[in-house]
């Protein structure tokens, strides 16, 4: 089979990879990257979407090099002035991005839809292809932990760096949420669709908790594969591995495999982790992305792998 479009379920920065080597080697237009928000948070009066930011500065060739999410070359001084104030300087907002969350926060203030914000922002940014926000209502991902009890995402993930023991997910008010028709439509006319080595639980879970979403995946005409996040019984980043164990899990590919269950067509697991069995077609290939040109050639080799049916 033939893939013309592609649509990629993501989450920050392992997503956002994924979605970078699909943006270099897809034409114009034929990328869709959904994206989570459960991460998203107000916070000193802003409305910040670190998962979508993330994504959108890795397409737009602007994103930190090593930590993977903010503003290359980013300055503090705003930072700096808040401490003085003695301010929360516990998200490190650096001063370029902070452009990105004033420009957001006044569109939502005058009530434009997350989605219409993020196509002009992205725009903006020179991106040729589609990001969407997983939907327009607020979803916020929150953690229970035995700690600090329940606690929002970025309390748990940055101001207490993810050491809490997590004992459940949830993602509140998703009940009321809805999937937008661009969702809709991403999902209905892709002729793939890749679930990116994002963490399951906290990145791709509220994306498929989104009341339609699953029926649409299930639904649709595309070929759905995902890739795993855990290689050799790790996590290639963040704490994935971790709330695998907290939670029971046996930290595999395979049991990520498992948590995706009827959704997927088949899974990419890591090379390096030698011939493993899944309860459906499975391909072994090398799934770490250092350079841009890892992500382009990944992307192709899983491509390819659809293409070939899965064989
Ligand atoms: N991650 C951190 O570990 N520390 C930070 O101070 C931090 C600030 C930050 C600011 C803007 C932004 O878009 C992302 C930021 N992140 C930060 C990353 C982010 O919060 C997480 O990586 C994701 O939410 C998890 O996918």
Redesign the pocket.
């Known amino acids: 089979m033939a893939i013309e479009n592609v649509t990629v379920l993501v989450?920050?920065?392992g997503g956002a990879k994924l979605a970078h080597g699909l943006a270099q080697i897809l034409p114009p237009g034929r990328l869709t990257v959904i994206v989570?928000t459960g991460?998203d948070f107000w916070h000193m009066g802003l409305k910040?979407?670190?998962?979508?930011?993330?994504v959108m500065?890795t397409l737009g060739g602007a994103v930190d090099p090593v930590?993977?999410?903010?503003v290359a070359g980013d300055t503090t001084a705003m930072l700096d002035m808040l401490r003085r104030y003695d301010g929360e300087t516990?998200?490190?907002?650096?001063d370029r991005?902070l452009a990105?969350?004033l420009m957001r926060t006044e569109a939502i203030r005058r009530g434009e839809r997350l989605t219409d914000i993020t196509k002009r922002l992205a725009h903006a940014l020179g991106i040729q292809h589609t990001i969407l926000p997983m939907t327009n209502a607020d979803v916020p991902t929150m953690v229970d932990t035995v700690e600090y009890g329940e606690v929002a995402?970025?309390e748990y993930?940055?101001r207490h760096?993810w050491q809490p023991r997590l004992k459940g997910v949830r993602y509140a008010g998703v009940e009321s949420a809805s999937v937008t028709i661009e969702i809709r439509d991403a999902i209905l006319y892709a002729d793939a669709i890749l679930i990116a080595p994002?963490?399951p639980w906290?990145?791709i879970a509220p994306i498929l908790s989104v009341p339609g979403m699953r029926n649409l995946l299930i639904n649709c005409r595309a070929r759905r594969v995902a890739v795993t996040p855990i290689i050799g019984g790790q996590a290639i980043k963040?704490p994935a591995a971790k709330l695998m164990d907290e939670l029971g899990y046996e930290v595999t590919p395979q049991t990520v495999a498992k948590v995706y269950g009827g959704l997927i067509d088949g899974f990419v697991y890591d090379s390096s982790d030698g011939e493993q069995n899944f309860p459906m077609p499975a391909a072994g290939l090398d799934t770490i992305m250092r350079t841009d040109a890892d992500r382009a050639r990944l992307a192709r080799e899983v491509l390819a792998w659809i293409e070939g049916d899965l064989q």
Do not use: A, E, K
Request: hydrophobic residues 30%; glycine residues 18%; negative net charge.
């Open positions: 989450g920050g920065v989570n991460d910040i979407c670190p998962d979508m930011d993330t500065y930590n993977g999410w903010g516990w998200f490190r907002l650096g991005d990105t969350h995402f970025q993930f940055v760096r994002s963490n906290l990145s963040g």
